[in-house]
């Protein structure tokens, strides 16, 4: 006699249990609106509508009387709902973004306002972004309260309240409300009771998927959340590329001031005091302008440096790979070189990675007091990447104001991304990526 395979009724049981759980977990997240509203839509309906109750007056005016009676219960409801949905929609929210990643695979990530940093004025008062107070405390309290109830992604988190109190919470509670009208029938009605069981078994297994459809449309980031983010990071790295060309400039006009323009200053000097000593004092003169000679070519390599500072010709003539080489050879420390770069990236994204790998490369020498620095350049999926390895001290972070700050909103300023691997007592992983096309 062949075996009996108990698999599938096995499966079948272990999927209504799961089903069965899942649906009380969705209950018991989208109900709170409804344990809210209908309370208060009862007792208000009960108040409201005892007013018209019995009056004899003509039928125009009670309709006009149930209307506004109506209107009224629903003003109580809607406050009602209004007072609760602050303190519990984002976590009921987020409670049900955890389950559609656990049950579903469905990654829903949000990000909520954080409070404004306050600032304390001139005339001693505090301001957090919307308006003045006395006290420091006073405007961080009222700066996170502005974050937390003007929120566009907690109004969104409302909305997907009142949306799975419709369609969630009915759809979920399909196989409970059948196995517990059904348990209540078997004693007087067995077989409308055992139907409503069976009925609620059955609908176990799906019942909780409605969580997908609805979870997908209405538990990712709102659409003014996702403006406001590109507006911000769009907004930070117009203000860190303006920091960085007033710091540019300021080092080019440092840079003329100190070194080139005192030079050619000198080399004026001496040029006009061998004009005047050139037919009393011809040695002397020749003197001078040798001096001037030295002087000017004093000047003409300290421009080339600057000029190098600013667009490297090696990095205009050979490309990013070239002049990457070309900094390993004069770095401070023992550096390799390793590049799977087809072909040249645009100028701007070839001129970012070649100053974020400088930057890196100073940093090993400096700071990590590495003995060996690895540099790979490689491009794939339209990506290009520059990581710079080192065998230093680690504990390398993009703290504010540190060279890996600027490094990183370099590359944000081209969607790109930075990537730190750094920890204490090393070794340091550093990863610069770009999107790009390649030449």
Known sequence: MGGVSWGGPVRWAAAVGVGLWRSAVLVASTCLLAVVAVPVGWAGSALAYSWSAGTTAALPLRALAVFGETL?????????????????????????????????????????????????????????????????????RRAAVHARFHDP???????????????????????????????????????AGAALVLAGLAAAPFAWRVLGPVGRRLLGPVASTRLGWRVAELEGIRADLTQTQAAELERIERGLHDGAQARLVALGMSVGAAEHLVDRDPEAAKRLLAEARATSAGALAELRALV????????????????????????????????????????????????????????????????????????????????????????????????????ERRAAAFGGRLEIDSPAGGPTRITVAVPCELS
């Open 72 to 140: 009224l219960v629903a003003l109580w409801v809607g406050v009602a709902v209004w007072t609760v949905h602050p303190f519990t929609s984002r976590p009921l929210a987020g409670a049900a973004r955890r389950c559609a990643a656990r049950w579903l695979g469905l990654e829903l990530a949000v990000e909520y306002r954080r409070a404004r940093p306050v600032t304390r004025m001139a005339t001693g008062f505090w301001w957090d972004g919307q308006e003045y107070h006395r006290s420091e405390r006073e405007a961080r």
């Open 153 to 191: 992604q907690l109004h969104g988190d409302g909305v997907w309240m009142l949306a799975a109190a419709v369609t969630v919470l009915p759809v979920a509670a399909l196989p409970l409300l059948g196995l517990g009208f059904g348990a209540a029938l078997l004693p007087g009605r067995p077989a």
């Open 308 to 407: 190098r500072g600013i667009n490297p010709p090696v990095l205009v003539e050979r490309g990013l790979v070239d002049a990457v080489r070309a900094l390993a050879l004069d770095a401070a420390v023992e550096t390799e070189v390793v590049s799977e770069v087809p072909s040249r990236p645009e100028r701007p994204v070839e001129a970012a990675l070649y100053f974020s790998v400088a930057e890196l490369l100073a940093n090993a020498a400096k700071h990590a007091h590495a003995h060996l620095v690895r540099i790979e350049l490689s491009y794939a999926n339209r990506v290009l990447t520059a990581t710079v390895s080192d065998d230093g001290i680690g504990g390398a972070a993009a703290s504010a104001g540190s060279g890996l700050s600027g490094v």
